[in-house]
Structures are given as C-alpha cells and as structure tokens.
Nanobody
Framework: QVEVVESGGGSVQAGGSLRLSCTAS????????MAWFRQAPGKEREGVAA????????YYANSVTGRFTISQDNDKNTIYLQMNSLKPEDTAMYYC?????????????????WGQGTQVTVSS
C-alpha cells in the first residue's frame, strides 16, 4: 500500500508557476503535520513548507516565503504546494512527507511517510 503520492512536477521557465499535489492515505494524513521537502543533486533534503492539518497553520522556508503557498483539502486527503515566481534555484526533486511524530517541521527524520518525489526544473 502506497501511503503518499506526489504529482504536478515538470519543467517551467523562470517566473512561471507549478502546483504540486500530494495525496496520502487516511492513516498517513492524520491530524498533524505534512510537509514539502526538496533535494537537489549533492544537497541534503530541505524543508520547503509545512502545514499543521488540524489548525490549518502553515510554515515556510525563508527562500520561498511570499512565492509558495501550501494548502490542504481534507476531503481528498491532499495537500498542495502552489509555486509562483519560480527561480532556477528552485530546481529539485520535491518530496511530500506525512505524519510528523517528533521534532520541528523542518526535521526530515521526524516524518513517518514519504512519497517517491516529483521533479521540478526551472530554466532561465
């Protein structure tokens, strides 16, 4: 059983937009945090945005604040990442994480479930 599945990645010109979707099983979706991480080749996986599902509170990395928006649809067990004003440095594999059980939202070791990733490539 696949617990988390991402979609929506692709190639876009700088300044363009993409919307990523992450659908999780009911168990993985839960009532706590879900998040988007990204990883470029040779770099560590870093937190991009997170959402506290029960309270609909969102958190963002400084690098994406004002450009990215995370949202949720509880009926679909889905979170989204609307990415606007994309920059080449946003190029990475984007991963959805679910069920934060310990630590701050940026801690990749705190999540129980991970998707396979969806590639985002931003060209200039």
């Amino acid at each position: 059983q696949v617990e988390v599945v991402e979609s929506g990645g692709g190639s876009v010109q700088a300044g363009g937009s993409l919307r990523l979707s992450c659908t999780a099983s009911s168990y993985a979706y839960g009532r706590n945090y879900m998040a988007w991480f990204r990883q470029a080749p040779g770099k560590e996986r870093e937190g991009v945005a997170a959402i506290y599902l029960a309270g609909r509170k969102s958190y963002y990395a400084n690098s994406v604040t004002g450009r990215f928006t995370i949202s949720q649809d509880n009926d679909k067990n889905t979170i989204y990442l609307q990415m606007n004003s994309l920059k080449p440095e946003d190029t990475a594999m984007y991963y959805c994480a679910a069920d934060l059980v310990w630590g701050v939202w940026q801690n990749r070791d705190g999540y129980n479930y991970w998707g396979q990733g969806t590639q985002v490539t931003v060209s200039s």
